[in-house]
């Protein structure tokens, strides 16, 4: 039987209840981070997909596909893997106005080509920069006697990425990213990073830091991606190479002001 002293909390919890139940069901930001491989085959990474031409009338097709599922989000902000003082916002806007065609880059094929169907008047920059001692780790792994070690560490990333190019070319680019934005896909891309910590020591963290470096610039990302939210009722689309995917889902996830959302999820 419950004592005097516990039934005096009873009328403040059933007075909090309806607080909590508000609090619970405020609205607020969602966020779904698409990763991509690189449309235009820039050859920025280390290791780099042989993309075909997005150009060609098959894949403009699977564009309007995907396109089409992107809608079912019904983003209020589009954000892209581009600096914030660059030339994109322009750029979007010549493009909004008929005045612009349509590169291969993934940030006009997807980010231009929906805000414009959507009828947005800007499109959101949010990259940072951030180094990459990816140098500094080769140096410390031959150094080291590490070298054969780090070189199979690569091998796989190389396979990995070629097995990548090798989906793409027998599926639809829907497909592809469904398969790149997979939990399984992020989940070993996240792995392949942690494979650089073991690649140092006591006198020179070469791994440890060129893990701390991307970590750090992705958070710097994040931020931005924070700065264009304007009302916690917007649903933000951010449209990023796939490497940042799992970095940047893990801060959507951790982060109680926002929800997470997947491509998945609008399937």
């Given amino acids: 039987m419950p004592s005097l002293k516990s039934l005096r909390w009873i009328p403040l919890l059933l007075a ?49 596909q995907l396109i089409e599922v992107l809608k079912r989000f019904r983003p209020t902000i589009i954000a892209i893997e581009s600096d914030p003082g660059g030339p994109r916002p322009q750029q979007y806007l010549d493009y909004f106005a008929g005045k612009r065609t349509l590169s291969q880059n993934e940030i006009e ?6 805000a414009k169907e959507l009828g947005h008047t800007a499109i959101y920059p949010v990259d940072a920069d951030g ?16 070298g054969a070690a780090f070189d ?77 939210i304007k009302s916690p009722t917007d649903r933000v689309l951010v449209i990023y190479g796939a490497g940042h995917l799992g970095w940047l889902r893990q801060m959507v996830a951790g982060d109680r002001t926002v929800r997470l959302r997947k491509l998945a999820d609008l399937r």
Avoid: C
């Avoid at 094929?109 to 929906?114: I, K, P």
């Avoid at 780790?137 to 590490?146: C, I, S």
């Avoid at 469904?178 to 996240?190: H, I, K, L, R, T």
């Fill in 109 to 114: 094929q997807l980010g231009f080509r929906l």
């Fill in 152 to 228: 199979s560490l690569a091998a796989l990333t190389a396979a990995r990425v070629q097995a990548e190019g090798q989906f793409l070319a027998s599926h639809t680019i829907l497909e592809m990213l469904e398969f790149m934005n997979s939990d399984s896909a992020v989940a070993q891309s996240v792995a392949a990073y942690f494979g650089f910590v073991p690649f140092g020591d006591r006198w020179d963290d070469a791994g440890p830091d060129l893990l701390g470096a991307w970590y750090q610039r992705n958070a710097r990302i994040y931020r931005n991606i924070l700065a264009v």
């Fill in 16 to 64: 909090l209840a309806p607080v909590a139940a508000a609090q619970s069901a405020a609205p607020v930001p969602e966020i779904l981070i698409l990763g991509s491989y690189h449309m235009a085959n820039p050859g920025h990474d280390v290791h780099n997909m042989q993309a075909d031409d997005v150009l060609s009338p098959r894949r403009q097709q699977e564009i309007t």
């Fill in 131 to 146: 180094d990459f001692p990816y140098q500094r780790v080769v140096n410390w792994a031959k150094a080291n006697g590490r």
